[in-house]
């Protein structure tokens, strides 16, 4: 048994309050259970209790034995001379504080099936543990949740784009460039992707924004993709060429260094999605004029924000996929399934993070609304959450499902989880939509 299924009991009162007794078998009657604390201290501050018809206020500890207290250092440890009581499932020792008093110590004792059912869920092969039970749940129920979940989704977000703004002296278009260029990258290249944001501030870039071909130089350039005998059927072709003249010129003005070429992964790739292409449209999109962040604000329709993404590479590229090698003729657009991958993870939570930050809830409902009328994104999470009943209507819900599955599921964190707190709260007590039917 672990403490935290302990702290899961006495949180949520799931414990037979009629056999909670101290050890003259007094009632001890809980009045508060307390805040639950997750860091170093007592398990849950500012409890109250009821004894022999004396109220105590203090803190509450739980531990498995009651020998624990004493294994982990409390007896010497002043932050816990507080404590007014010390919740254990086996009470095999009477213990005592810094001040040499005995502290109040009572067993819990609960339904067994909670813990069967704990035990399950954190014991089961599947990583979505409780894909069997969910189904039994009423969905606004499990929906609520996910509503919470996209929200925790977006604040941890929060933390990366706000250390980013940080770096960058405060400039949300330079923070923006910066998270954007890194999805560009769409997992494989994500790594130089970030790297050359780095490397090519975006206020170089934005005193070059009526002009693209430039735009493409210093990315090219940057990128190490213009390196010598790198494309070495490029070194007779005239844009190829035209691209080194202008870096050799633009980086010497800016003091670049660029990236190695070497960095930037081709292999395995459909080559819609190499690196050339992908800079080339990524130049088209950091080509409008104010700044591409700034345009991203003023609008308040998904169809137009999609619009600013929806992008192409520039002509050289419709016969091209790489330097100096012709290829059938296509336009080289992002397309609508790249574009929905940039808006949510990149540009939605930087809209939502710039409305939290400026205290401006326009921003982030708007960013939530856009999320909305996104259609979902499609890979094994969600794949695996559809066998288990649970259908993402919309890109808001299956970022909420990612979450889940990966800070809650993959975690074993069930305790934590208002899904797995509820199936394991009602033990044996959850049935079968069937069984429910046939109840009077």
Request: proline letters at 3%; one cysteine or more; charged letters at 25%.
């Amino acid at each position: 048994m672990k403490e935290e299924f302990l702290h899961y009991l006495w949180k949520y009162g799931l414990y037979d309050m009629e056999r909670l007794y101290d050890n003259e078998r007094n009632k001890i009657i809980v009045l508060d259970p307390g805040e639950y604390n997750r860091d170093s201290g007592p398990d849950f501050f500012n409890a109250r209790i009821s004894v022999a018809g004396t109220v105590w206020a203090g803190n509450v500890e739980i531990h498995i034995k009651s020998s624990h207290f004493d294994n982990h250092g409390h007896q010497n440890d002043p932050a816990f001379n507080n404590v007014i009581l010390h919740i254990v499932a086996d009470n095999d020792k009477r213990v005592f504080n810094a001040n040499g008093e005995e502290i109040l110590t009572a067993e819990i004792s609960f339904d067994s099936s909670y813990y069967e059912k704990y035990t399950f869920l954190v014991n089961n092969p599947y990583i979505i543990a409780c894909q069997e039970d969910i189904k039994k749940l009423d969905y606004i129920f499990v929906r609520h949740w996910l509503n919470s979940l996209v929200i925790e989704r977006f604040r941890t977000k929060s933390e990366s784009i706000l250390k980013i703004f940080s770096e960058t002296g405060n400039d949300w278009e330079e923070t923006f460039y910066r998270v954007l260029t890194r999805y560009f990258g769409f997992r494989v290249n994500t790594e130089p992707f970030e790297m050359l944001a780095t490397a090519l501030p975006f206020r170089i870039i934005r005193k070059h924004t009526d002009n693209i071909f430039q735009i493409e130089a210093l990315l090219f350039g940057t990128a190490g993709l213009l390196e010598t005998g790198l494309f070495k059927e490029a070194l007779t072709d005239e844009y190829y060429r035209n691209l080194i003249k202008e870096y050799t010129i633009l980086s010497a003005k800016y003091s670049l260094q660029p990236l190695h070429g070497w960095l930037w992964k081709f292999a395995r790739l459909r080559p819609s999605n190499f690196p050339t292409v992908r800079l080339s449209q990524l130049a088209a999109m950091l080509s409008v004029a104010g700044g591409l962040f700034s345009k991203v604000l003023e609008v308040v329709d998904i169809k137009q924000i999609k619009e600013l993404f929806e992008v192409s590479a520039s002509t050289y590229w419709d016969d091209h996929f790489v330097f100096g090698k012709r290829s059938r003729n296509i336009t080289k657009n992002t397309g609508s399934q790249a574009a929905d991958i940039l808006l949510i993870n990149a540009v939605i939570p930087l809209i939502f993070v710039y409305g939290q930050s400026r205290d401006c809830q326009d921003f982030s409902e708007r960013a939530l609304s856009f999320l909305e009328k996104i259609t979902p994104e499609e890979n094994i999470i969600t794949t695996e959450w559809k066998a288990a009943g649970i259908i993402a209507e919309s890109a808001f819900y299956s970022q909420a499902l990612i979450q889940l599955r990966n800070e809650y599921c993959k975690k074993r964190k069930c305790l934590d989880c208002r899904i797995g707190n509820k199936i394991i709260s009602l033990g044996k007590k959850l049935k079968d939509h069937e069984e429910l039917l046939l109840e009077p």
